[in-house]
């Protein structure tokens, strides 16, 4: 077992894990509060079934040419924008939801 966690005790590794990590519970829990938004304010199960198929039809799309534009750029900036890409889409969000 402890062959296996050799690799967090260098710093970036473990930034890199614990960032993720938080990245993808706030990732979870915009998901789950954009489903509880839109069948709180349809009541459709329809409308609910939708949404999630607008939500991951894109990354059916993207994942077949991703793989291919991640090896020619630079991992850093990919990631730099990714994660920029989802704050943003986040505050927006949450400016329409309260306003």
């Not at 077992?1 to 990245?23: D, E, V």
Request: hydrophobic share 55%.
């Amino acid at each position: 077992m402890n062959h296996m966690l050799r690799a967090f005790r260098h710093r970036n590794c473990s930034l890199f894990y614990l960032g993720q990590g938080i990245s993808l519970i706030g990732t979870w829990v915009q998901r789950l509060a954009v489903s509880w938004l839109v069948y709180r304010l349809t009541g459709s199960a329809l409308v609910l079934g939708a949404v999630e198929f607008a939500l991951q039809f894109p990354a059916l799309v993207i994942t077949l040419f991703a793989g291919v534009l991640a090896d020619k750029w630079d991992r850093r900036y990919i990631l730099l924008g990714t994660q920029t890409l989802s704050m943003v889409q986040a505050l927006i969000l949450a400016y329409l939801v309260l306003s």
